[in-house]
């Protein structure tokens, strides 16, 4: 499966690596160190904690007009949370569960930027990423990565809502950096209750 999806990243990109020395398109790569948790939308569920997530993955963007572009990529997400059940719902035991799911994801954005000063361009960016599960891993009753794959859904669409900087270092090469939040749409629980991952992070990364 890895090898599958490595091969299709690279068929998607390879193309669009012939047109880096176009101003209109940029190509680069970012990493989001994060905080993540899963937010329940019933009575049944609660939320119990916080887990480091983390993103990496590469970035491409094709100007639109001067202030404006359109931003995608591929990317690795690692994200989770702690839950608990009141009532044994389903697949979720009457104990504390930590989840831990790797998704492989597409993120659509419109970003929309300022006139540059001093080098430094300041954007907001919204949009959404249609992910698919690849691995999911819990913690329960004292026993660590036991398998979830039957108890978390496929599919997961996110809203995402960024903002933050990038600075010019040479021509059309520019750093940039910001604040990334991301919202679950998709029930991500298979079987019982409902509940949607999000997270907070940082944006790192660099543009070609």
Not at 62 to 87: I, P, V
Not at 111 to 132: D, E, H, S, V
Not at 164 to 173: A, F, K, N
Request: proline share 3%; hydrophobic share 40%; charged share 20%.
């Amino acid at each position: 499966m890895r090898k599958l999806i490595l091969i299709l990243m690279i068929g998607f990109f390879l193309p669009v690596l012939t047109k880096a020395q176009d101003q209109k398109f940029h190509f680069g790569f970012k990493i989001t160190p994060s905080m993540a948790w899963i937010k329940p939308d019933t009575k049944s569920l609660d939320r119990e904690g916080y887990r480091l997530g983390f993103t990496y993955g590469v970035q491409t963007e094709f100007r639109l007009a001067e202030n404006y572009a359109l931003a995608t990529g591929a990317q690795m997400s690692y994200r989770g949370g702690k839950l608990k059940s009141d009532s044994g719902v389903d697949s979720i035991p009457d104990q504390s569960v930590i989840y831990n799911v790797q998704y492989v994801e597409i993120p659509i954005c419109l970003k929309m930027l300022t006139n540059q000063f001093n080098k430094i361009r300041y954007y907001g960016q919204f949009g959404f990423a249609p992910g698919m599960r690849i691995r999911a891993l819990k913690d329960v009753g004292g026993e660590d990565k036991l398998s979830a794959k039957d108890e978390i859904n496929f599919m997961n669409v996110n809203m995402i809502i960024a903002a933050g900087l990038e600075y010019e270092i040479s021509g059309s090469t520019v750093a940039f950096g910001g604040i990334e939040f991301n919202n679950g749409f998709v029930d991500m629980i298979d079987g019982g209750g409902k509940a949607f991952t999000n997270f907070l992070g940082l944006n790192i990364g660099i543009l070609f």
